[in-house]
Nanobody, 127 residues
Framework: QVQLVESGGGWVQPGGSLRLSCGAS????????IGWFRQAPGKERESISC????????DYSDIPQGRFTISANSAKNAVYLEMNNLKPEDSAVYYC????????????????????WGQGVQVTVSS
């Protein structure tokens, strides 16, 4: 069955960095797009970044403002989110999701429409 497993979260001080990983299995990796989303307590889930594994194109919401970079390793069936200069407002549970029609859902900030989800990983930015 389809599985998405996030890892790499944790606690970091403001200005620090984290690299999140999303390991995928159970579907043809290169036929999909994978996106990163996050949800803070009391807030709706919001789009962060996505990558189309068919052609490698990437997109970012306004949230990262150049601080985050998404990448993929097809040999490892993994997508990464490198996060730099983290701020306290970046604290949230970060999820990866996969869908073969993900980009419109990402742009519309409607991640609930994505077919497959990981369990999420907590990122806490505080001093």
């Amino acid at each position: 069955q389809v599985q998405l497993v996030e890892s790499g979260g944790g606690w970091v001080q403001p200005g620090g960095s984290l690299r999140l990983s999303c390991g995928a299995s159970g579907f043809t990796f290169d036929n999909y797009a994978i996106g990163w989303f996050r949800q803070a307590p009391g807030k709706e889930r919001e789009s962060i970044s996505c990558i189309n594994l068919v052609d490698g194109t990437t997109d970012y919401s306004d949230i990262p403002q150049g601080r985050f970079t998404i990448s993929a390793n097809s040999a490892k069936n993994a997508v990464y989110l490198e996060m730099n200069n983290l701020k306290p407002e970046d604290s949230a549970v970060y999820y990866c999701a996969a869908d073969d029609f993900l980009h419109p859902f990402f742009v519309e900030n409607k991640p609930e429409k994505c077919d497959y989800w990981g369990q999420g990983v907590q990122v806490t930015v505080s001093s």
